[in-house]
Nanobody, 123 residues
Framework: QVQLVESGGGSVQPGGALRLSCTTSGDIFSIYDMGWYRQDLGEEHELVAS???????KYDDSVVGRFTITRDNAKITTDLKMDSLKPEDTAVYYC?????????????????WGQGTQVTVVS
């Protein structure tokens, strides 16, 4: 089992910046991939950015050049630096982790999410 806790959300004007952090606990060394999803009211979850255990990153096209995801493999944490924020970035941001664990019959992967942190971009 893995527990994820996000922090760093808040309200900011367009063009501003925020830094989100995700801390982990539990069987953290089973975590391979981490990332950030977001969901605004009435909309579906959207993958914002992800990072593998080896440090390979991916970004949604809408945040390329503005957001940066980092990962600390010693502490098993991930941060999302958000610059040049736009009103359309407003959403609840969720930390995500994918684990790979050994079972009696082989290997299995599981997905975990934090409780979310609100990001609001408004004039």
């Amino acid at each position: 089992q893995v527990q994820l806790v996000e922090s760093g959300g808040g309200s900011v004007q367009p063009g501003g910046a925020l830094r989100l952090s995700c801390t982990t606990s539990g069987d953290i060394f089973s975590i391979y991939d981490m990332g950030w999803y977001r969901q605004d009211l009435g909309e579906e979850h959207e993958l914002v950015a992800s990072v593998t255990k080896g440090g390979t990153t991916k970004y949604d096209d809408s945040v390329v050049g503005r957001f940066t995801i980092t990962r600390d493999n010693a502490k098993i944490t991930t941060d999302l630096k958000m610059d040049s924020l736009k009103p359309e970035d407003t959403a609840v941001y969720y930390c995500h982790a994918k684990t790979i664990t050994k079972t009696r019959t082989g290997w299995t992967s599981s997905d975990y999410w934090g409780q979310g942190t609100q990001v609001t971009v408004v004039s």
